[in-house]
């Protein structure tokens, strides 16, 4: 019976070293990816795994980060992308609305056709949680809009939007990190 058990456990290995000898014939060098645990705030990623480095990938992933930065701090009066919106009712809130819409025309325009597939997705959607958010705000510019909503159901709506708009933008930082972008 001894024998017959080690007899077992031998054949198992004899084949199980045979097959992945094998499977390694089918593997080439540029499938394996760099393991490379790269954190992102307020962003938990399940993945480990970095792109070899592209420089020119990671230069233009890291001009349109920064220009899409330098197009929500060129708003007039109002930062975009900060906690700093005004009441619904205040007389700001129409200039915030208005540098909002302008914010998600200029960074929709950026071009992204040269990017990786992965990214420009990522983007996207990043680009349609302000498209929605800035849509909600114009709706919000009209009195009938907003008296429809309970103060409540207003700032969960826009409280939505911001967590949707910081999902997908720490999704769009991940991936841009991932291709080796410099993010700040």
């Not at 325009?109 to 992965?118: A, E, I, Q, W, Y």
């Not at 800035?134 to 309970?150: C, E, H, I, P, Y």
């Not at 949707?164 to 991940?174: C, F, K, S, Y």
């Amino acid at each position: 019976m001894r024998s017959k058990t080690i007899l077992s456990a031998a054949a198992f290995t004899v084949a199980f070293a045979l097959s992945a000898a094998f499977a390694s014939l089918f593997i080439t060098k540029t499938q394996i990816a760099e393991s490379v645990f790269i954190p992102v705030s307020g962003y938990k990623s399940t993945s480990c795994f970095k792109h070899k480095n592209n420089s020119a990938t990671a230069d233009k992933i890291s001009a349109l980060i920064a220009e899409d930065n330098s197009n929500g701090r060129s708003r007039k009066n109002h930062r975009v992308g900060e906690d700093v919106r005004p009441s619904f009712t205040s007389s700001e809130f129409s200039e915030y609305t208005e540098a909002v819409e302008q914010y998600v025309d200029e960074s929709s325009s950026m071009k992204v056709s040269g990017l990786p597939g992965d990214f420009q997705i990522e983007w996207r959607e990043h680009m349609k949680a302000w498209r929605d958010y800035s849509d909600f705000l114009n709706r919000m510019k009209k009195s009938s809009n907003r008296n429809a909503l309970s103060d409540e159901e207003l700032e969960n709506t826009d409280d939505f939007h911001s967590r949707e708009i910081d999902r997908t933008w720490q999704i769009v930082l991940q991936s841009g990190v991932r291709y080796g972008a410099d993010i700040d």
